[in-house]
């Protein structure tokens, strides 16, 4: 099946640690994002990527990390430096030379104890 | 600066009612792009709909009408016979495409809860 996988889905870390969340697409799309979702607000983007080794930050980039290594991955390190890391991440991708619908996985909720 | 503003945070409808979801858009670009998309309990976003500022045309697709103003900066979403099934939370979102990527400004979102 075409689309995009996160895992995990739900994630639970400590306060002090780093954790990596994953995004994997077969959809072929070379345009890649990470957004944050909190209750009651909008998307927020975190990184994008639109070619394999390069990627730009997005408005609320603080404390987090990326790399794009392979077209169809791109994972997302939430970093200790990430002050309120609780949310729901999703990521999506996009065909190149846009803008165009965006295609989204399921998420990833962190969780902060 | 680009903003997408949904005022209703919440509605409740009974099934088979119609239902329409408001967003106000502002920007300065005289071209953009403006979207709604569905996120419905499993938390995934389904697009609904994307349309640029030079088609005003409004839009039908089965339930789902959509009438964009740009005299008003809005583009309103009305679910006509609303099933349970319509239950998600609806994001308007809006992009100018100027920039170096497709930066896509997104509302607070409506959710939309249809009661049988």
């Known amino acids: 099946d075409g689309g995009i996988t996160q895992s995990p889905k739900y994630l639970f870390r400590k306060e002090g640690q780093n954790v990596t969340l994953s995004c994997e697409q077969n959809?072929?799309?070379?345009?890649m994002y990470w957004y944050r979702q909190d209750p009651g607000q909008g998307l927020r983007l975190i990184y994008y990527?639109?070619?394999?080794?390069?990627?730009q930050k997005g408005d609320i980039a603080e404390g987090y990390s990326v790399s794009r290594e392979k077209k169809e991955s791109f994972p997302l390190t939430v970093t200790s430096a990430q002050k309120n890391p609780t949310a729901f991440y999703l990521c999506?991708?996009?065909?190149?030379?846009?803008?165009?619908?965006?295609?989204f996985g399921p998420g990833t909720r962190l969780t902060v104890l | 600066a680009q903003k997408v503003t949904q005022a209703q945070t919440e509605i409740s409808v009974v099934e088979k009612e119609d239902v329409t979801l408001d967003c106000v858009y502002e920007?300065?670009?005289?071209?953009?792009?403006l979207f709604w998309y569905k996120q419905p309990p499993s938390g995934e976003l389904v697009f609904l709909i994307r349309r640029n500022s030079f088609d005003e045309q409004n839009e039908i697709s089965g339930r789902y009408s959509w009438n964009f103003q740009k005299s008003t900066s809005s583009f309103n979403f009305t679910i006509t016979a609303s099933q349970v099934v319509d239950s998600a939370v609806y994001f308007c979102a809006l992009s100018e495409a100027k920039t170096s990527y497709d930066k896509v400004i997104f509302g607070p979102g409506t959710s939309l809860s249809v009661i049988p």
């Open positions: 920007t300065r670009d005289t071209t953009y792009y």
């Open positions: 959809l072929n799309h070379d345009a």
């Open positions: 999506a991708t996009e065909i190149a030379g846009g803008p165009d619908e965006q295609f």
């Open positions: 990527s639109q070619i394999v080794n390069d990627f």
